[in-house]
């Protein structure tokens, strides 16, 4: 039987409580919630398990509490309507795949207390034309953002020491980039297929 939802809000004093979210299941507590509109978590959770809202298709809001420390792998993989996440600067580091599929989330800014992005997390987000990473961010995993189409302008920060292989393959919009100061050496098809990309900016720190 499906269960449909129109709205959520788990209120510290809802029966829906921080243990609902704090799931080690793969499948996720929300899965395929496919009437979900809106969901905001309070500040009693302070985390929630891989792939928690996977494939909530009608999924467009998002709101995490100040208190999550972190995304894990696949939240909201495959909430293809999902426009708006704000990243509280409580978050330290993103999951592998966790925007997976995201298809019209527009822009996203990854706070400064964020270190570490994950795999795959913007792949094919193919409305995501801007995206600024604030300046902690020190690595990035591959492919990214593989098949973000109309990503169009990146920022990164001059902390940031690794960029995976294949990071903006099949970025197409992709137009200028500057590589930060403490990279060192520039990985497997990181550029592959940008087609529209006329400028870079490559930093005397990379020797490879």
């Known amino acids: 039987m499906n269960v449909h939802f129109l709205d959520i809000q788990i209120s510290s ?3 829906f409580n921080h243990q609902l979210l ?6 996720g507590t929300f899965r395929k ?3 979900l509109i809106k969901i905001e ?3 009693s959770v302070t985390s929630f398990g891989r792939g928690v809202f996977k494939g909530d298709l009608s999924l467009k809001e998002i709101s995490i509490s100040s208190s999550v420390a972190s995304i894990k792998e696949l939240t909201y993989s495959g909430c293809t309507k999902l426009t708006s996440v704000t990243i509280p600067s409580s978050v330290t580091s993103i999951g592998e795949r966790a925007f997976y599929g995201c298809s019209k989330l527009v822009e996203i800014i990854i706070p400064t207390s964020t270190i570490s992005i994950g795999k795959r997390v913007f792949e094919k987000c193919a409305s995501l034309t801007q995206i600024t990473i604030l300046s902690s961010v020190t690595s990035m995993g591959e492919r990214a953002f593989d098949e973000s189409r ?3 302008k990146i920022i990164l920060p001059s902390f940031m020491t690794s960029i995976g292989e294949n990071a903006f393959i099949n970025c197409s919009s992709l137009n200028r980039i500057a590589i930060p100061s403490n990279i060192t050496s520039i ?6 297929q940008c087609s529209k990309l006329i400028e870079i900016t490559i930093p005397s720190s990379v020797t490879s």
């Not at 704090?22 to 499948?27: E, H, L, P, R, V």
């Not at 990985?187 to 592959?192: E, L, M, Q």
């Open 150 to 152: 109309n990503l169009s």
């Open 13 to 15: 004093k809802s029966r």
């Open 33 to 35: 919630c496919s009437s």
């Open 41 to 43: 978590i309070p500040s």
């Open 22 to 27: 704090i799931s080690n299941d793969q499948n």
């Open 187 to 192: 990985n497997n098809g990181i550029f592959i």
